[in-house]
């Protein structure tokens, strides 16, 4: 059948068929009344398609099947990291002992868990060269936040209450003028210069003593590595700032250089990302963040402490920026990533990085001669092309994107960063063959062609999709969550 005639489970209800069969039951029932506010219980039966279990097996696989993850094929969405998360973490995180305990337990029962945590910690504090390391946040974002709280209660500490601008990079990835204004900075943008890198004399000219700090990804969103970060660092600190690094992408410089080395003081990292926790709707997020020394004591509370040979949480700790999260931080990540590190082991890390940036490389080079490259020079685990001279004969690069689904390809991240016109963010992954990178770089090759020599192929794409093109905005805007006959 094909899949865009699979009926909906609602088309398919009978009435009085079910997918179950219980025994009568042959307890007291208990009164609904007694435990709902009558307001709250509804007086007819909810309108559930009635239908048997295979069929329901069936509407769920083919949903299933309608949406692309890294499971089904290729995604180099740039700045995502959509690499193959090894199965191996699924089996760890589901072991009883981890996935049956409950937040609420006594420290002393769950000391394996706390160990792990520890552990984590451990690791990621030499993985990333910082002091001490928060496992709370629940992503990139919200560590984000958590890292500029405890820079602004240091300032305030300090008496520096006039410390109330941020600065970002143009290229900057979206959430971090985002997260700066939301723990209550101003953000001041610094330019790049021609190589995609922070233009320091730009940095100079913003700079002074209302800085709180300095955000960074290093490498940037271009995929550059920003290579004067040590004179950036002291320009930062100098002027009494702190520098904070975006380290959701650390799958560029694993094992290679650590934030901490480059002058940082603050850092995130995207566990769900660089540390193989399934993302982008596949699970939830978990965002540690790593600080330097004179920071520690606003790490959010409670802090997981080592006491002889047992774990504890310290809730001491007056100088906290508070809890950031219900209870511990998503601890099913931690598991995952805990479990990752440990398999890969430092060199294991270092093979990451050194195939990450090696496929990016390779693809930048391959895909060269097709489209207009604005930083040719080596790039670290991403890399951005512009589609300006396909955009000259009338397709766009959200046509390109479109059309990558034809081929089964989830298109790479458009139009940003900003700084670059038509811009395709292209980030292959350390876990991708050649031959797939290559069956990718095919396709982008042929799609060039189209552009030339068929346009409206590419402007009328998807051609194969059960959906074709849609109305972004209205979606957002509107979206149609609920099932009615009529759509
Ligand atoms: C993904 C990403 C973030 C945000 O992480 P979330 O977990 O989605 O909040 C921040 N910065 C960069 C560079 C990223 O790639």
Redesign the pocket.
């Known amino acids: 059948m094909n899949k865009k005639d699979q009926p909906l489970i609602f088309e398919l209800s009978k009435e009085g068929r079910t997918g179950y069969s219980l025994p009568e039951m042959d307890v007291p029932q208990v009164e609904l009344a007694d435990l709902i506010p009558s307001d709250y219980i509804r007086t007819e039966s909810p309108e559930l398609p009635e239908v048997a279990e295979l069929d329901i097996m069936r509407h769920y696989t083919a949903l299933s099947k309608r949406n692309h993850g890294v499971d089904s094929g290729f995604y180099p969405l740039g700045?995502?990291t959509m690499k193959y998360n090894p199965k191996v973490n699924e089996n760890v995180a589901r072991l009883n002992g981890f996935a049956h305990i409950n937040p609420l337990q006594e420290a002393e029962s769950v000391q394996g868990a706390l160990e792990l945590m520890y552990d984590l910690q451990e690791h990621l504090k030499e993985i990333t060269g910082m002091d001490e390391v928060t496992l709370q946040p629940a992503?990139?974002?919200?560590g984000?936040w958590t890292g500029l709280m405890m820079i602004r209660a240091y300032h305030e500490a300090n008496g520096d209450t006039h410390r109330t601008k941020v600065i970002v990079p143009d290229s900057a990835?979206g959430?971090?003028p985002a997260s700066a204004t939301v723990a209550g900075f101003e953000t001041v943008t610094v330019k790049s210069n021609e190589n995609g890198l922070v233009d320091l004399d730009d940095l100079k000219r913003v700079v002074g003593d209302d800085t709180a700090a300095l955000m960074l990804?290093n490498p940037n969103?271009l995929g550059l590595f920003e290579e004067n970060i040590l004179e950036m660092a002291a320009i930062i600190h100098d002027a009494g700032g702190k520098l904070y690094y975006?380290g959701?992408?650390l799958n560029a410089v694993l094992s290679k250089v650590r934030p901490g080395d480059m002058g940082f003081d603050v850092v995130h990292l995207?566990l769900?990302?660089t540390f193989t926790g399934p993302h982008g709707g596949g699970g939830p997020?978990s965002?540690p963040v790593g600080v330097k020394e004179d920071l520690i004591k606003y790490l959010p509370k409670p802090v997981l402490v080592k006491n002889g040979g047992t774990f504890e949480f310290d809730y001491n700790r007056p100088d906290s920026i508070g809890r950031v999260k219900p209870y511990y931080g998503n601890f099913g990540i931690n598991v995952r990533a805990y479990t990752y590190i440990r398999t890969m082991g430092p060199d294991g890390l270092r093979a990451v990085t050194e195939n990450a940036v090696l496929n990016a490389n390779y693809m930048m080079r391959r895909l060269a001669p097709h489209f207009d490259l604005p930083f040719d020079r080596h790039c670290k685990h991403e890399f951005v092309i512009s589609g300006k001279r396909q955009k000259k004969l009338g397709v766009r690069t959200l046509d390109i994107a479109k059309r990558l689904l034809d081929f089964g390809y989830h298109p790479p991240t458009i139009y940003f960063p900003l700084n670059v016109e038509e811009c395709m963010m292209i980030e292959p992954t350390e876990t991708e063959s050649k031959e797939t990178l290559d069956s990718f770089i095919d396709a982008m090759i042929q799609i060039a062609k189209e552009a030339e020599e068929t346009p409206e192929i590419v402007q009328e794409a998807p051609h194969t999709t059960i959906v074709k093109r849609m109305d972004e905005t209205l979606a957002a805007r509107k979206p149609v969550l609920r099932y009615t006959k009529e759509s």
């Open positions: 700045s995502c992503a990139g974002a919200h984000e990835h959430t971090n990804t969103t975006d959701a992408n995207n769900h990302k997020g965002g």
